[in-house]
């Protein structure tokens, strides 16, 4: 259940952080979105653990994700951008 969950939530979070974003969103589809949600948990959960928000055992919740997939989906689209001049 553990990684359907993480599935689930990252889905909802890269969709939220799609709609959130500025910017052309190129990253389209069920896959890439789902991949952005999941990468933007991972990442709020590293930043929250250096922080010290997070003890090791904790994960970033459902707003953590989304922070984390919009930043994620912003670094994507500057280098998107960047290789596209």
Known sequence: MGILWIIVIGLVAG????????????????LLTTALGI??????????????????????????AIVGAVI???IWNRVAASRAS
């Open 15 to 30: 969709i939220v952080a799609r709609l959130l974003s500025a910017g052309p969103n190129k990253p389209a589809g069920f």
């Open 39 to 64: 990468a933007g948990a991972f990442l709020a959960t590293f930043i929250g653990q250096a922080v010290g928000w997070y003890r090791a055992d904790q994960g970033a919740g459902f707003i953590g």
């Open 72 to 74: 994620v989906l912003f």
